[in-house]
């Protein structure tokens, strides 16, 4: 039995991507095999992810981690989310425990801002020594991250039998003064299956549009602004604006605030559709993100644009991790955009012009798991 945790449930693509991602990779591998989806949300996990009849979803890790809020760290290390846990935990820890294989798999949800969230890897530390599954943890973005947290990660990574991260940052905060080699660096879990259904978007069509996927987030006065600039300025708004909502949200009110004054025609696109039918990007439009996974899927598509971080250092590393690897895009600031003076028709390779190398590092990875 394979037991999988993922933060799924909560409609953000860039988590359902992820989640997706694994579920057919494992689905497929192992037909016959019974997976556990253990992730924060199962009722609504389960709706957008159940193809497969050997998926059970559950949400065990996530319910020890949530009695974690407003706790301090020691009551996390010291497993007071086991002692004070409900009874009707406990059927779901003996099922772990009963796993092969405990896989966590990626995003950003282990870090300073979530730190409630250590209580899962605590957790896996414990019933490791107990049941002696083999434990992973790949694709994990865990930055920023404090000095002192650093050191309780470097203790509880240890008994991970492997340990895979997509950032540089987050590599080296573990990885230093090691000499493990299953401290690994690849490149963000949906790689793994994105490729394969952006195929129809590299297809040349119509004229390139300019596409916006934004949050306010920290910078909630400056987003706006930015926007109906970028509207005005862009020659592909000409062309048509679009606007998916990859978390309904912190996305949607912004989507419609840019709608209603913007005086340009400007398609919403909501998040239910991308679900359905995916991000509504071609090779030939040009991209404004703030998202991480709207930046990724951008550059699989062959576009080419512009990402801007909302919260530092948060996404700065995010985003600069996929420029780093090759996306084409350009990491800007929004206070001092060159609206007149960019090169908006500038030729850029993106991550669709390196679609084996890309999964060639990750497939290094998934091979040495499962073999």
Known sequence: MIYLICHSGFLNFGDELIASTWINFLTKKYPGEKIYVDTCMPGVASL????????????????????????????????????DAEPNVEFGIEQLKRAEIVHLVGGGYITDYHYP????????????KEANFKLFATGLGIEPLSRENRTILRAIFKDFDAIDFRDKESYAAISSGSTNPNITMSVDDAFLGVFESSEESLLEGSRGKLVIIAQQDEVRDLVLPFLLNLI?????????????????????????????????????????????????????????????????MASVSGAHG????????????????????????????????????????????????KREEILESKMKIVDKLYT
Not at 117 to 128: E, F, G, P, T, V
Not at 267 to 280: A, N, Q, S, T
Not at 317 to 338: A, Q, T
Request: glycine share 8%; charged share 20%.
């Open 48 to 83: 957008l992810h159940s193809s497969s009849g050997n998926l059970i979803f559950t949400d065990t890790v996530w319910r020890l981690a949530s009695s974690c809020l407003g706790r301090d760290m020691d009551f996390i290390l010291s497993a007071g989310f086991l002692r």
């Open 117 to 128: 969230n250590y209580a899962i890897l605590r957790l896996l530390s414990i019933l490791k």
């Open 232 to 296: 005005q300025s862009c020659p592909f708004a000409s062309n048509g604006v679009i606007i998916p909502v990859l978390d309904k949200g912190a996305d949607l009110a912004l989507a419609k605030q840019v709608r209603s004054l913007s005086g340009a025609s400007v398609e919403i696109v909501d998040h239910i559709d991308l679900f359905r039918r995916g991000l509504p990007i071609g090779r030939a439009d040009f991209v404004f993100t703030t998202r991480f996974h709207g930046h990724l």
């Open 306 to 353: 512009i990402c801007a971080s909302v919260r530092l250092p948060y996404y700065d590393i995010k985003h600069r991790s996929l420029v780093d690897l090759g996306s084409g895009f350009d990491l800007i600031g929004m206070h001092d955009f060159p609206f007149e003076d960019y090169d908006w028709q500038k030729k850029i390779s993106s991550f669709a012009d």
